[in-house]
Each structure stands twice: as structure tokens, then as C-alpha cells.
């Protein structure tokens, strides 16, 4: 076969370091936007979340879009590269808009001041994270090598996402405004949030650099003359069945996790009455998962990748359904241990989808004779973020309907749905990720049955 060679280390890193950041970006995203919109910005939390789910949809509608474009682009430096290289300044430039505030106080007008701008902000996000992810199946079609490129690929997620977590807050918190009001300590974040998206911003489009310099695509020339149809090739991925079976399991899982990084803030902001604990939290869960993804990698080779991605979500599933009932009546130490629970869990959603679909795209070429993986990847990304979009509306939503208002103690309503929405709700949409993974039917055998009659074609 033609990439048996085990990949060097350094196009390891120089491929995996680009999650930085990406992941850095995911992990804000989750865990701040709707946060920032409601409690600093000020705009009511129903609004925020249709504003949110609008830009989820319009990076969703984009994704298939780019990996389209993306796939029949063909220049010197490859079909991916160039688009990681410009969207990544554009990512920098919209990251530092999008946590500007306006001061806008009408809620319509503020509404479509973050539509708008976060539409721009998704859009420079596509262009750097669709071909990016566009690259793993031209770089090894290994299923092992697969399994441990995006094990260094998941490795820097972490760290991005350990970045966000556990710097975010300390540096809003810092470049916040503090001020007295009638006897009460005001905070004004909008200068922390400005100050935190130029330095982030910063480390993403870096990061993005580091990859389109130090990674080259391999482009055989029959590749290059396929010509990819967009509606066609679109249509023919949906009748890839293990493709699908992949694509719904972790579609549900990444509704499960934004509902749980979308409300977190708000948990101990709220609940618990410590917003500072938020940043400690983070670290609790993401060390960890951290930790713990080579294990996950040495395990997925020994029980298969479906097993253990099964595995990280059942873990996650049960620690939530015991901090819903358990961690009023322990308090927070009993929730920071269920954390690390979770963390060695949530490991596994960082690494094994991403090793996951690869094997998919394969199995499609066979059927297909095309490598549109583009098309594959925007269409994967095209459902997740539509995930994320309705995970977003639904907290935004329900908090609305609860009687949330932003910055004042909440009455006992509030506070049982913040807890029921990182409990219950949440754990209802990994466990239907289960459900559907278990039918899902590559595994190693069965790949090297598909990489050998793709051999002989």
C-alpha cells in the first residue's frame, strides 16, 4: 500500500499543533460566547442563543461549501494549505471584533450586531478548520498511523483546550473593570474579553502557520484530475453507511458536549456562587483527558475504536447523572473529583472520531472510486455545528423560559435547570450517541480488507 511507512515526528507535530488552536477557538466558543452575550454584553439569553444557532447554521451551511472548493483547488502548495494560511488571518482579525463591545443597548439592534459579526468570525473559522481536517487521509492511509497522527492532533486540542480553559478567565478577570455602586462591587468585563480574544487570537492563527509550513500534501496525479460535483458527491456520501453511523454518533455527542460547556459557567457562577471556581474546573476535566489519550489510543488498538469511543461516553454519561444527584448534598470537592472522572471520558471524544473517519472515507472511495474528503469533512463539520446550534438555543432557550436575568442571585427554579441541564439533559444525548455507535461496522479487519481491494484497483 502505498503509505505504510510510519509517519515521521515531525510532521506529527507540525500536523497536530493546528488544533491548538482550532481547539483553543472550539473551547471558547463553548464555554464563553453565550456567557459573554448575556452577562456582559447584556443581551437577554433567548436572543443570544437564536444569535448563536443563526451563526452555528451559517458555519454549518459554509463547511460543505469549503470542503467543495477546497477539494478542487490544485496550486503549489496543495488543495488545503492556502485556505488555512488567509483564513487564519482572518480568524485573528474577527476573533478581536467579535469580543469588542459596542455598547450597544437596544437588544434588536445588539442582536444583529452579534449575528452578523459572528457569521464573519464562523466563516474565517471554516476556511482554516475544514481543510485542515481535509488533511488526514492524504497524509497516511494507515489505519494504526491514522489512529496515532490524531493522537498528536487530539493532544494539542487538549492543550488549546486547557489553554482556554484555564487561562480565559484569569485574564478577562484581570483587564475587568471594578467599580462601586451604592455599596456593591460592579465588574465590567468588556476590556478583559477584548484583551483575551487579541492574545488568543493570536496563538490561533500561529498555530495554523506552524502546520501550512511544516506539513506537505501528498496529491497523487490521478487525484488531481477528479473533478468533484458538489450535489452528486453529497448525495453519495449519504449512502456511506458506517460514514453516517459515525456522523449521527457524534453529532449527538457534541450536542451533549456544548450543552455541558455552555451552561458550566453558569453552574458555578450561579449555583455554586464562585464564578473564579469555573477556571479550576476546567482544570479538573481536561488534565485528565490530557493524560489519558495515549491510554485511549493503546486501548482503541486493542478493542477497536467504536469500543472505546463507547467507553469515554458511558463514563461521561454516569458521572453526570451522579453529580446531578449527588453533588448538592457532597458540595463542590465531591464535584471536582466526578470531574476527573469526566476528563478521562472526555478523552476520548477529542481522539477516536477524528481516527474514526478516515476508515469511513475509505470505504467510500471503494464504493465511489472518488476521494472527495472535503466534501466528507464539511459535511462531518455541517452536522456538528448544527449540533452545536440547537445545543446553543436550547440552553439559551430554556434559561429564558426559567427566569434567568444576567448578574443577580436566581431564584430556585433557575438554579434546579441549570443543574438539570448539565445533568439529565446532557447525558440524554450521549447516551443516543451510544445507541447509534454500536451499529457502526469498521474495524481493523475489515479496514485492511478495503485498503487491499483498493490496492488492487
Known amino acids: 500500500m502505498e503509505q505504510k511507512e510510519k509517519l515521521s515526528l515531525k510532521t506529527k507535530l507540525g500536523f497536530g499543533v493546528c488544533d491548538l488552536g482550532g481547539n483553543l477557538f472550539f473551547t471558547l466558543m463553548g464555554f464563553w460566547l453565550l456567557n459573554f452575550f448575556t452577562d456582559t454584553l447584556g443581551l437577554i439569553p433567548a436572543l443570544a442563543g437564536i444569535s448563536i444557532m443563526i451563526g452555528r447554521i451559517w458555519d454549518a451551511i459554509t463547511d460543505p461549501l469549503v470542503g467543495y472548493i477546497s477539494d478542487n483547488t490544485y496550486t503549489k502548495w496543495g488543495r488545503r494549505r492556502p485556505y488555512i494560511f488567509f483564513g487564519a488571518i482572518f480568524l485573528f482579525i474577527f476573533m478581536i471584533v467579535m ?10 439592534t445588539l442582536f444583529w450586531w452579534c449575528t452578523i459579526v459572528l457569521c464573519l468570525l464562523f466563516t474565517a473559522y471554516t476556511f482554516t478548520s475544514i ?11 494507515d489505519y494504526n498511523e491514522r489512529t496515532s497522527l490524531n493522537g498528536y492532533r487530539m493532544s494539542f486540542a487538549i492543550v488549546g483546550t486547557f489553554i482556554a480553559a484555564g487561562l480565559a478567565f484569569p485574564i478577562i478577570d484581570a483587564f475587568s473593570k471594578k467599580f462601586n455602586v451604592d455599596g456593591m462591587v460592579k465588574i465590567d468585563r468588556s476590556n ?4 483575551m480574544a487579541i492574545i488568543f487570537g493570536l496563538v490561533m492563527m500561529i498555530s495554523a502557520m506552524i502546520t501550512v509550513f511544516s506539513v506537505k500534501e501528498k496529491i497523487s496525479l490521478d487525484q488531481k484530475k477528479e473533478k468533484v460535483t458538489i450535489f452528486k458527491d453529497a448525495v453519495g456520501i449519504m449512502k456511506n453507511l458506517p460514514y453516517l453511523l459515525v456522523l449521527f454518533t457524534y453529532t449527538f455527542n457534541i450536542i451533549g458536549v456544548t450543552v455541558l460547556s455552555n451552561i458550566m459557567i453558569y453552574y458555578f457562577k450561579y449555583v455554586f456562587m464562585n464564578e473564579g471556581l469555573t477556571t479550576l474546573a476546567f482544570i479538573f476535566l481536561l488534565v485528565p483527558a490530557f493524560v489519558s489519550i495515549p491510554l485511549w489510543v493503546k486501548l482503541s488498538e486493542k478493542i477497536g475504536k467504536k469500543w472505546a469511543y463507547t467507553l469515554g461516553m458511558g463514563l461521561i454519561s454516569v458521572v453526570l447523572m451522579v453529580n446531578f444527584f449527588l453533588a448538592q448534598y457532597f458540595g463542590v470537592t465531591f464535584f471536582f473529583i466526578m470531574l476527573i472522572l469526566a476528563g478521562l471520558g472526555f478523552a476520548t471524544g477529542y481522539v477516536l472520531p477524528w481516527a474514526i473517519i478516515p476508515d469511513t ?7 465511489t472510486r472518488k476521494r472527495n474528503e472535503g466534501i466528507y469533512y464539511g459535511a462531518w463539520t455541517f ?5 452545536q446550534s440547537f445545543a446553543s438555543f436550547l440552553v439559551g432557550l430554556v434559561l429564558q423560559l426559567s ?12 438554579i434546579f435547570t441549570i443543574r438539570l441541564l448539565l445533568g439529565p439533559v446532557a447525558t440524554v444525548f450521549y447516551l443516543i450517541a451510544i445507541l447509534i455507535l454500536i451499529f457502526y461496522p469498521i474495524d481493523k479487519k475489515m479496514h485492511d480488507d478495503i485498503l487491499k481491494k483498493i490496492e488492487s484497483i
Not at 469580543?99 to 434588536?108: A, L, M, R, S, V
Not at 472515507?361 to 464504493?367: E, H, I, N, P, R
Not at 427566569?403 to 433557575?414: M, R
Open 131 to 141: 481543510p485542515y481536517s481535509s488533511l488526514t487521509p492524504e497524509i497516511t492511509t
Open 361 to 367: 472515507v475509505d470505504y467510500g472511495f471503494l464504493q
Open 99 to 108: 469580543f469588542y463591545n459596542p455598547g450597544i443597548k437596544d437588544q434588536t
Open 383 to 387: 452536522f456538528s455545528k448544527t449540533g
Open 192 to 195: 478583559g474579553f477584548f484583551v
Open 403 to 414: 427566569g434567568f436575568v444576567a448578574n443577580i442571585n436566581q431564584s430556585e427554579k433557575v
